[in-house]
């Protein structure tokens, strides 16, 4: 790799598409006095804005500024000299980063309408977000065919922040599907059958990332989901009107879930990725000996 290629329209592009994020999820506060820019509030109105039996507890929004921190870490790895030109930067996130971070902006900014037609905005906004961040998965999954193609170092740098952030995307998006069915007043029990589908959408999702994902499962988007239901197992879930023994049972529901996954997650991580990184060594060792005896 040639380490003197100087930076590429990517690598500026990258740059802008961190600082506007950093922007829209860092909470900043410019006070009542600067009320063209309430957009900014996105992060922070989003529990409150998304109010429906699966909005998860406060603390859970705090995933939102891990997935900024890993951002930061991914927009500065590809400034480096070793990285600037990376396939993985280059084809493997292209303009689609920034594609995100605008679809984000319209999120944002469209929380001002307190109408129908804003709360279908959101579902829209948040699903292009989710399909911008799943290109960059996908695109860069394409492109590297094995371990050997690239290294941990490029993978947790270059990748793993988008699969973060996949994740939180998919759990905000089906979210906000639920705060649009509340919005709209339905039945409590509708909304009820709506929440639990959303729970075996959370599953279905996992299983996919776990299972049928081919030889490279993806831990990163079911460790968030995990998260996220067990921030709707301990939050003060709106019940919309239904008997408070139903609201309970959906929140225990929602913990057994979320507890299963995270164990599960964690166990086919190590029965798959730590058994086989000890493989490896043991082969290496043992062709290390070979080739001395030889």
Not at 113 to 142: D, H, P, R, W
Request: aromatic residues 16%; glycine residues 8%; negative net charge.
């Amino acid at each position: 790799m040639n380490f003197s290629l100087p930076f590429n329209k990517f690598n500026y592009i990258n740059v802008v598409a961190f600082l506007l994020s950093w922007a829209l999820n860092s909470e900043v506060d410019l006070g009542p006095e600067h009320e063209f820019w309430s957009f900014l509030d996105g992060m922070r109105e989003l529990g409150r804005r998304y109010e429906s039996i699966v909005t998860p507890a406060g603390t859970t929004f705090l995933i939102a500024h891990l997935v900024l921190l890993l951002q930061g870490v991914f927009v500065v790895t590809q400034l480096l000299p070793k990285y600037n030109n990376h396939k993985l930067v280059e084809e493997g996130v292209g303009y689609w980063f920034l594609a995100s971070v605008l679809a984000q902006l319209a999120w944002c900014m469209n929380f001002g309408l307190e109408n129908i037609f804003g709360a279908f905005m959101s579902i829209v906004y948040m699903g292009v977000m989710v399909f911008c961040n799943s290109k960059i998965l996908m695109t860069q999954a394409k492109l590297v065919f094995n371990d050997s193609d690239h290294t941990p170092e490029e993978y947790w740098l270059l990748r793993f922040p988008f699969s973060l952030h996949t994740g939180w995307n998919i759990a905000v998006f089906i979210m906000s599907i639920n705060a649009f069915f509340h919005f709209l007043e339905l039945a409590a029990l509708i909304q009820l059958i709506i929440g639990f589908v959303s729970l075996a959408g959370f599953v279905g999702i996992s299983y996919k990332m776990l299972l049928l994902n081919g030889d490279k499962p993806n831990y990163a988007i079911p460790g968030v989901l995990a998260w996220f239901l067990l921030g709707i197992a301990f939050g003060d879930n709106p019940a919309g009107g239904m008997e408070e023994m139903f609201s309970l049972g959906f929140n225990i529901i929602s913990a057994v879930l979320g507890f299963g996954l995270a164990g599960f997650t964690g166990y086919l991580y190590f029965t798959r990725e730590m058994n086989q990184d000890a493989k490896d060594g043991d082969s290496k060792a043992t062709s290390y000996v070979a080739a001395s005896l030889a």
